[in-house]
């Protein structure tokens, strides 16, 4: 069974940075590409990144290019996001999803994780 | 990039069928393939429902259908049940390397 927890999140003040947490278990991680969704509470989903399953291919929403950093590690199973500068419109559930194959350009994401949430203030 | 239309609720009673529309634009919904859904209870994390406009995962009861038209793409949830009453959320690749969420839908079961 797939199962991706996330982890890292927490209060920070604006302009501080916090590095997100992935683990990925149930699956082969270096076979997938992985993406990183936001969801701030109450409203609707934000994709913000993904990642290919060698790392050749990183992409990034136009919200955050310039202040967030995917990678992962998949010697470790797991993904990672560096938010920079953190703003108060960055505050939401981050949910790491697996693709289907190992390219990020499969654009849906058939397991997610329950998420963790960042609260910027 | 601005988030596709949906309506923002939704409701039928048990065993109906219930229509969600999402709505974008020549640029991602009309120009690719790549409109995925997703069912997500209060609390919990997305579900993948359909993906390639059409295609259900395995698991993904076939009451759960998927379509398109031009700019427009719809799920349609059929026989409704009492677990079904969730958010749904649709998203399209929308080009430069670029995924766009809709606004999402609450589906109440009368």
């Known amino acids: 069974e797939v199962q991706l927890v996330e982890s890292g999140g927490g209060l920070v003040q604006p302009g501080m940075s916090l590095r997100l947490s992935c683990a990925a278990s149930g699956f082969t991680f270096e076979d997938y590409a992985m993406h990183w969704v936001r969801q701030a509470p109450g409203k609707g989903l934000e994709w913000v990144s993904g990642?290919?399953?060698?790392?050749?291919?990183?992409v990034y929403a136009d919200s955050v290019k310039g202040r967030v950093i995917i990678s992962r590690d998949n010697a470790k199973n797991s993904l990672y996001l560096q938010i920079n500068s953190l703003r108060a419109d960055d505050m939401a559930f981050y949910y790491c999803?697996?693709?289907?194959?190992?390219?990020?350009?499969?654009?849906?994401?058939?397991?997610w994780g329950q998420g963790t949430l960042v609260t910027v203030s | 990039q601005s988030a596709l239309t949906q309506p923002p609720s939704a409701s039928g009673s048990p065993g109906q069928s219930v229509t969600i529309s999402c709505t974008g634009t020549s640029s991602d919904v009309g120009r690719y393939n790549f409109v995925s859904w997703y069912q997500q209870h209060p609390g919990e994390a997305p579900k993948l429902i359909i993906y390639?406009?059409?295609k259900r995962p395995s698991g993904v009861p076939d009451r759960f259908s998927g379509a398109k038209s031009g700019s427009t793409a719809s799920l349609t949830v059929s026989g409704l049940q009492a677990e079904d009453e969730a958010d749904y959320y649709c998203s399209s690749y929308a080009g430069s390397d670029n995924l766009v969420f809709g606004t999402g839908t609450k589906v109440t079961v009368l």
């Open positions: 390639g406009v059409t």
């Open positions: 999803a697996k693709s289907p194959n190992g390219y990020s350009s499969s654009w849906y994401f058939d397991s």
């Open positions: 990642i290919s399953w060698n790392s050749g291919s990183i």
